[in-house]
């Protein structure tokens, strides 16, 4: 049986995950995946988080991981019957990202597994479009084009689309409170007390604190909404106010 070793960019969630569970007898039911940084689907029970009932499964058939940057991935671990998405064969031991909606099939089952509730600071808008379209915004209609970089420090509280982090297992503080939190790191970076690196890798709640809060590149469509346009107002070297989100509140540093 292969073992699995966790690549270096496998981290733990920083973004809502659910799938659903479409049996061939037409019930449903939900299985999380954002608890851990990696879920193992396969036909041996004792060794895989989310075990697959068929004689097509391999004993570990296919592995579901969580990168640093937010995205979902689907790899294949070399199984005898293959994993499928969307109806197509997937390539063994190649990451595979995963969209919201995704059908993921294994061997012969009949079981599939759909992508649902798939929540990050860097994702995609739900419902927006992307390309040309997608980068026309509010204020006379003006095409934004281009990508710019950015680096966050993220601070989640008891309202936020997933209120629990790599610092903290659940999260009880008020937006008011988050604020206030946001507001005293802003001074300390005004002050030049600390650099932003450093205090996002101590401070923020995106698992993007591995790399100081560097998110890496992005364009227009790629981020939700307020974080996007903020991001965009900004001159490189600048350091935003805060900025709310379905995440949280940001404090966002524009890099490029």
């Known amino acids: 049986m292969p073992t699995f070793h966790a690549p270096d960019w496998v981290s733990q969630p920083c973004r809502t995950a659910t799938l659903e569970v479409q049996e061939p007898d037409g019930s449903t039911h ?33 592995v579901l991981c969580h990168h640093t940057d937010g995205r979902l991935f689907i790899i294949d671990l070399g199984s005898t019957h293959g994993t499928f998405l969307d109806g197509a064969a997937l390539p063994p031991n190649k990451p595979t990202v995963l969209k919201n909606g995704a059908a993921i099939r294994f061997g012969a089952l009949d079981t599939a597994f759909v992508m649902r509730d798939v929540e990050s600071a860097a994702e995609k808008r739900r419902g927006e479009p992307s390309g040309e379209t997608a980068a ?13 970089r950015a680096s966050h420090l993220l601070v989640k509280h008891r309202d936020s689309r997933r209120p629990s982090s790599w610092k903290e297992k659940v999260i009880t503080r008020s937006k008011e409170e988050a604020l206030e939190m946001i507001q005293a790191f802003r001074a300390r970076l005004e002050a030049g007390e600390v650099e932003f690196g450093a205090l996002a890798a101590a401070e923020s709640h ?26 965009y107002a900004l001159a490189v070297g600048e350091l935003s106010q805060p900025v709310f989100s379905d995440s949280g509140v940001h404090l966002i540093l524009r890099t490029g």
């Open 136 to 148: 026309k915004r509010s204020g006379g209609g003006a095409e934004r084009s281009g990508t710019v």
């Open 206 to 231: 995106c698992s993007s604190a591995r790399k100081g809060g560097d998110l890496g590149e992005f364009g227009p469509g790629q981020m939700q909404r307020a974080f996007e346009d903020a991001t």
């Open 30 to 62: 939900t299985q999380p995946v954002d608890k851990q940084a990696y879920y193992l689907f396969g036909r041996d029970a004792s060794a895989c988080d989310v075990p697959l009932d068929h004689p097509s499964a391999s004993r570990c058939h296919a």
